[in-house]
T-cell receptor, first 114, second 114 residues
């Protein structure tokens, strides 16, 4: 199926741990994003990559490090997890020059830090 | 920066009632406008879009018209169904930094009862 897929779907971990979330898209898009959705459903962009190059970094703490090995993958590594990092993280992709067609989102990763 | 304001929810309706969810935006340029829907436990899906003033986006009985004079993009449906229960997000595409990103409103939860 053509889609944006994220793993894992659920992640429960203790404060101070390091964890990664993976994202892959097979839509042939050249731009990928990470969004954070908080407990009130508010969505905020964290990062955007275009053809493996970082183009948007919305003042996210240094503990968050995205990595894009190729334009079909955008992974998110989080160091020293804090309680406030608990949220749902969504990966998305779009075709940069035709971004007006909107994004395709993954189904989200619910991160719970205890 | 650009921003989107949505009406607070939840919006509670009986099946077959009319729906309007208000959305207004602030933008320095001429953004494209979107409505996304998030069903429980799922990611966001593009519901409809409009790319220029007076455009009407429509899908699954929902529609919204890009009103530049009132900077609005209200979502409407003539007769809602229980299956429409979800969170609805208004969004605009922001090219303010030279790269496109979607800026979302806070979301409006719709609850439809039989």
């Amino acid at each position: 199926d053509t889609a944006v897929s994220q793993t894992p779907k659920y992640l429960v971990t203790q404060m101070g741990n390091d964890k990664s979330i993976k994202c892959e898209q097979n839509l042939g898009h050249d731009t990928m994003y990470w969004y954070k959705q908080d407990s009130k459903k508010f969505l905020k962009i964290m990062f955007s990559y275009n053809n493996k190059e970082l183009i948007i970094n919305e003042t996210v703490p240094n503990r968050f490090s995205p990595k894009s090995p190729d334009k079909a993958h955008l992974n998110l590594h989080i160091n020293s997890l804090e309680l406030g990092d608990s949220a749902v993280y969504f990966c998305a992709s779009s075709q940069f020059l035709t971004g007006d067609y909107g994004y395709t989102f993954g189904s989200g990763t619910r991160l719970t830090v205890v | 920066g650009d921003s989107v304001t949505q009406m607070e929810g939840p919006v509670t309706l009986s099946e077959e009632a009319c729906l309007t969810i208000n959305c207004t935006y602030t933008a320095t340029g001429y953004p494209s406008l979107f409505w996304y829907v998030q069903y429980p436990g799922e990611g966001l899906q593009l519901l409809l879009k409009a790319t220029k003033a007076d455009d009407k986006g429509s899908n699954k009985g929902f529609e919204a018209t890009y009103r530049k004079e009132t900077t609005s993009f209200h979502l409407e449906k003539g007769s809602v169904q229980v299956s429409d229960s979800a969170v609805y997000f208004c969004a605009l595409s922001d090219f303010g930094t030279g790269f496109q990103k979607l800026v979302f409103g806070t979301g409006t939860r719709l609850l439809v009862s039989p």
